[in-house]
């Protein structure tokens, strides 16, 4: 004869609120699988489509706003003019540029509609200025048709741009590559 469960001999109960994605440690059991990630992704997408409107565009507006004080600061306030900002410690003390040398300045010249002092100033800085205002367009877009925006890059990707980095801080600083400086 078996004894029914009572509050003495009752199993313990599961965690509460359940565990999601990888194993906890050993003896936790298996990382959900693809099927249980997919629910999880849509019931986000779902949830997110429930939001009203202004609060779906809150977070990429409050960037854009950011993004733009940014820019008019410094539009307004010239890097070419020193004192107005701190000078970038590489080239204090190595005399070499560093990846983001000549960024400020070519903000500047982007504020002031001059691309190509901008690419001559920091041509990757500019480069990447472009990659934010198509990703921060399909943020907004993605905001407006109610769905979220998934943005993952492989770790490939992210070992590519470091090494595009590198090897444009490299260049930049050899005597060939001197077009490359600001």
């Not at 997408?45 to 004080?69: H, K, Q, S």
């Not at 005399?95 to 509609?113: E, F, I, K, Q, T």
């Not at 998934?150 to 770790?155: K, S």
């Amino acid at each position: 004869m078996t004894a029914e469960p009572t509050p003495q001999n009752a199993p313990p109960a599961p965690p509460w609120p359940p565990r999601h994605g990888p194993a906890h440690g050993p003896g936790h059991g298996p990382a959900h699988g693809p099927a249980h990630e997919a629910a999880l992704r849509e019931a986000e997408a779902a949830e997110f489509r429930r939001r009203p409107l202004g609060r779906r565009l809150f977070a990429p507006l409050a960037t854009l706003a950011g993004v733009a004080a940014a820019f008019a600061y410094v539009g307004a306030v010239d890097p070419n003019e020193p004192g107005h900002y701190p000078v970038c410690p590489l080239l204090r003390f190595t005399g070499l540029y560093c990846p983001g040398c000549g960024g400020l300045r070519s903000a500047h010249a982007v504020a002031h509609g001059d691309l190509a002092g901008a690419l001559g100033a920091n041509a990757l800085a500019v480069a990447g200025y472009a990659v934010c205002a198509v990703l921060m367009a399909v943020w907004l877009v993605h905001a407006v048709r109610s769905t979220p925006t998934r943005l993952a890059a492989r770790p490939a990707v992210w070992w590519a741009l470091g090494a595009l980095t590198a090897l444009f801080a490299v260049i930049r600083n050899l005597p060939f590559g001197s077009f490359l400086a600001p």
